[in-house]
């Protein structure tokens, strides 16, 4: 496995102090030791406190070393936000193995790519979530995947060849006669991928090591002052970097308590808040607006708890909408920004002034540098909007088995291109202004273009296409297809909509409206004005309003 982390690069980090070389692990038995039964975890079938937690840590991973799991194998995980995806995170840590977390919302096309790429020697998925068979869809494409050794399935019972994960939870793997004792891991090995959707018409596998991955964590708790006492709510899928950090790796760091939302509802998200006391949540727009605009808005829980912060990242957040969140919620709000390739690497302190809050992503946290340039990555003056440049102790170490894509993502001295467009103040303050990437941010998730263009460019009826943002007052973006029909064609949303489903494409990655085109706005030297799209989707979205 090719990675670009270096022997400079770990004296750097390490003399510096931004990598402690310390383990999730460790956190883990301190915790059992020391506060054996407070609540580590909780979702909407039970909780585990932490000295559970690490008897099921230590079991399960034993039983994904019986089910053919190695030091240095892979571990794909596609479970929704509940106490398994902690419990088995763990355990691949005790085992040495790569744990690769994928949202529910993916299907047969992406993990076929995903584990193949991958060579995953085990894969958990739930039996079924949210009305889909996730177990039948694997048990369909382990023929496609001769290094998948066993698929497991949650909360039921899947087809022939797979096996119950509550079964192996179950199984005293530890009273067996000659278990050998488990590896642990290296915290500058790869201990994660995860994909993310890019330009490039595939998804990119991110990794990780451990120093890597919670290098900023200790920067954020001080900067937005957590500890033990908060209760996070995590409505924010942990198969994608926000949920994994903030409502995983957070709480085993923390030794604080973590309430998981596998769907999110915003009547059902305020009832947890006040039973369970939540202190802190994080999340994109949508789950702070909804949350601002509930009636009736959470009340205190137990012992007069309330919502006290919010932080909100993933997408752009209307400035409004945080005076309004302040006002309604009475919590504080911080913006940051961040990336599954770095983390969160701004925000703003609980005591910024209202200026920087209302009006910026915050500033670096310490560990993490930041530069905008021009198109001839000079480096542009304060106020000046440019390309926003990045690299730091969170960076991630290349993407697998992609030297290519690694190296077209970085300038040659080393600094990584973000694909965001920002600005700074003479603070130090970023602000997003917008992306250079082709892709559409849905509730802060990366919907990617290409990908979807390109399968439809192979439509019988369909001459060109062009994936476009269209503004959501919810969900920031929506996906528009700009399409331009083969002579003596007509095509529907529902066709393409069924097009897509067929190639058994992820659904939130689907075009939800349809406009028609006789041909595109182009460049002299034809390059598509997307630009100029959106203009004529918003006009023909106001004109039908």
Known sequence: MQTTLTDERIRAMTGAGHWRNESLLAYLDRWARERPERTAFVDGRGRYTWQALARAVERAALGLRAHGLEPGGVLSCQLPNWNEAAVLFLA??????????????????????MLGLLGSQVAVVPAQFRGFDHAGMLTALQPELPRLRSVLVARGVGPAGTRPLEALLQEPWEARAGSAPLPGTDPNAVHEVVFTSGTTGEPKGVMHTENTTLSLLPRAIERLELSDRDVMLM????????????????????GGTTVWMDVWNVEAGARLIEAEGVTVSMGATPFLRDLTYAEPRPARGPGGRTLRLFIAAGAPIPRALVRDARERLGCVVSAGWGMTENGLCTCNGLRDPDEKIFGSDGVPLPGVELRIVDDADR???????????????????????????TAEAHTRDGWFRTGDRATR?????????????????????????????????????????????MPDPRLGERACAVVVPREGQAITLAEIVAFLEGHQLARQKFPERLELVSEFPTTPSGKVQKYRLRELVIKRMENTA
């Open 235 to 254: 409505a924010s899928t942990v198969g994608h970097q926000t949920g994994f950090l903030f409502g995983y790796c957070l709480t085993v760091l923390l």
């Open 379 to 405: 480096d542009v003056a304060p106020g000046v909007e440019g390309h926003l440049l990045s690299r730091g102790c969170s960076h991630f170490v290349g993407y697998y088995e992609r030297p290519g894509f």
């Open 425 to 469: 103040d003479r603070d130090g303050y970023l602000t997003i202004t917008g992306r250079a990437k082709d892709i559409i941010i849905r509730g802060g998730e990366n919907i990617p273009i290409v990908e979807v263009e390109n399968l439809l460019y192979t439509h019988p009826k369909i001459a060109g296409v062009a994936i476009v943002a």
């Open 92 to 113: 691949a840590l005790r085992l040495g193995a790569i744990v690769n977390p994928i949202p529910p919302t993916y299907r047969a096309s992406e993990l076929r790519f």
